[in-house]
């Protein structure tokens, strides 16, 4: 992981060694904490997150962890464990996150009772402003979580979405393919301002944006009609009006113009 700090000409990166030397694949940040959440991409990946000495200052270091799942330490959560079901999580402390003649931080993390994901990747934040409860009206109970994948999880291997919620230091499955017709290897991942999440498939035919609502319903949004590449990067623009996608291969980036603020009958 490297830093690198703005101009107008090339400058040099900062080395973060504290934040672990692996398979980086996405990060997200606690906005209330500064605490930074990180995937790897890997088929025996763990969920990381680097707790930083200053808010907002990563160059001054700090600690590296990985989450465990307190009843079930050192877990492989391919299959086995039911949608919706909370678990309590605590978090291990990496022994040495750089080390330079081996890749082992999943080895550590595990000797320690880690979890371990197949193939961590995309992770997004979601601080649930404007989230309505059962009744309509805004959720005062609400709190930030943080959604990421494990894209070949599953008993088909069609993948995962877990979401963790640091105020309650819980972990749930919150959906797990259980047919690549549904759901085929979800990359990374957004979630829209009406609340669903906004997946990108990297799997092996024909590769979808997906969507699912809070509920965990799920359904096809956009197809890749170009051909068979990944869709990659989703995002929205900051007023929330504007998707921007990208399909890997040719290289180009789709701008899907809303509105996004509900659903459409």
């Given at each position: 992981m490297f830093?690198?700090?703005g101009g107008t000409s090339p400058v040099e990166p900062v080395p973060l060694v504290e934040m672990g030397r692996f398979n980086h694949e996405a990060v997200a940040v606690d906005p209330k904490t500064g605490i930074v959440y990180q995937t790897e991409d890997s088929g025996s990946s763990l969920f990381y997150r680097f707790i930083p000495k200053q808010y907002g200052?990563?160059?001054a270091g700090g600690t590296l962890q990985a989450l465990r799942i307190k009843d079930k330490p050192e877990v492989?959560?391919?299959t086995g464990f039911v949608v919706g079901h909370k678990w309590d999580v605590d978090w291990v402390?990496?022994?040495e996150p750089n080390p330079t003649t081996v890749d082992n931080l999943r080895?550590?993390?595990?000797s320690l009772g880690a979890a371990r994901f197949n193939r961590g990747e995309g992770i997004w934040y979601d601080d649930n402003k404007g989230k309505k409860d059962k009744n309509g009206k805004d959720d005062k109970k609400s709190k930030g979580e943080f959604y990421f994948t494990a894209t070949s999880g599953g008993p088909v291997g069609g993948g995962q979405v877990w979401r963790y919620i640091?105020?309650?230091e819980?972990?749930?499955l919150f959906v797990e393919?259980?047919?690549k017709d549904e759901l085929d290897m979800p990359d990374n991942l957004v979630v829209a301002p009406f609340g669903d999440l906004i997946l990108c498939e990297d799997g092996s035919g024909d590769n979808f944006l997906i969507g699912i609502t809070p509920s965990g319903e799920i359904y096809k949004f956009a197809r890749n009609a170009l051909q068979t590449g990944e869709f990659a990067g989703a995002c929205f623009s900051p007023d929330g009006d504007t998707l921007f996608v990208n399909i890997q291969s040719p290289g180009i980036t789709l701008a899907i113009w809303g509105p996004w603020t509900g659903y459409r009958d």
């Open positions: 830093a690198q700090f200052n990563l160059k492989n959560t391919t402390t990496i022994p080895v550590q993390g595990r640091p105020g309650e819980t972990i749930e393919s259980q047919s």
